[in-house]
């Protein structure tokens, strides 16, 4: 049989076939493909060296033997090849997802929690100064104004946060992360808003809350930034 062909499909049959199948086919094939008939002299020897490989049912399993081995062999090549290039496709779409999970994520740290952090701390850092220059004489008119002209500023600044907070999605990976920032920016409004009912009335309870409360942020926003330097982007 000539390297590389398989005789089965030279004789135009599948493996099953019987031997009174194979005997069929040869003699069919062979009246066709005579070079009387218009066929050719290749045609013919490759006819006949198959059914020398596969006329004689000892030949035959032989040749089923080793050459079930063979295709055994290529069809698990074939599987693991297919395999491989299942695999493959999906790391590269695993890949293509990380990659856009972490430029989302990129962008929104630069776009949204950055900005979000230095507007909280405009609002967090100058309040010991603000409440202590205030203490020297709560009930001084311009001094009272001054304070008050922070607060004002601050409610300013803690809108922006919030447009900020509503102008992109948290992505996926810092969902998380995103909410203890919002829990940040809630506690400041409190206290702000703690500060302000302190300003109307001069109710020491107010002003102790919103001393406590703007502490407390000022803890929350340094864990935020800790947790932020954590945050992985490959």
Not at 24 to 53: C, F, S
Request: charged share 30%; net charge positive; aromatic share 6%.
């Amino acid at each position: 049989m000539p390297d590389g062909l398989d005789p089965y499909a030279v004789l135009e049959v599948c493996p099953s076939a019987t031997q009174a199948e194979l005997k069929a086919a040869y003699r069919r094939l062979v009246k066709q493909h005579h070079p009387d008939a218009g066929g050719t002299e290749e045609r013919i020897l490759a006819l006949n060296a198959a059914w020398e490989q596969l006329g004689d049912p000892e030949s035959r399993r032989v040749f089923d033997r080793s050459s079930g081995s063979a295709i055994a062999a290529r069809d698990e090549a074939r599987a693991r090849g297919a395999r491989n290039a299942r695999a493959s496709q999906a790391a590269k779409r695993a890949s293509g997802r990380s990659s856009h999970a972490d430029q989302d994520l990129a962008t929104w740290l630069k776009k949204v929690y950055a900005p979000i952090d230095r507007l909280l701390g405009q609002v967090i850092n100058p309040f010991v100064a603000e409440l202590r220059a205030l203490s020297a004489d709560p009930y001084d008119d311009a001094l009272m104004e001054a304070f008050c002209a922070y607060l004002e500023q601050s409610r300013s600044r803690l809108d922006k946060v919030k447009t900020l907070f509503q102008s992109i999605r948290t992505p996926a990976s810092a969902r998380g992360f995103g909410l203890s920032v919002y829990h940040c920016l809630s506690q400041v409004e409190d206290a702000v808003a703690e500060l302000e009912r302190y300003t109307m009335g001069y109710v020491d309870s107010y002003l102790h809350d919103g001393r406590e409360m703007m502490r407390e942020a000022k803890q929350r926003r340094k864990r935020l930034q800790d947790e932020r330097r954590r945050l992985e982007i490959s």
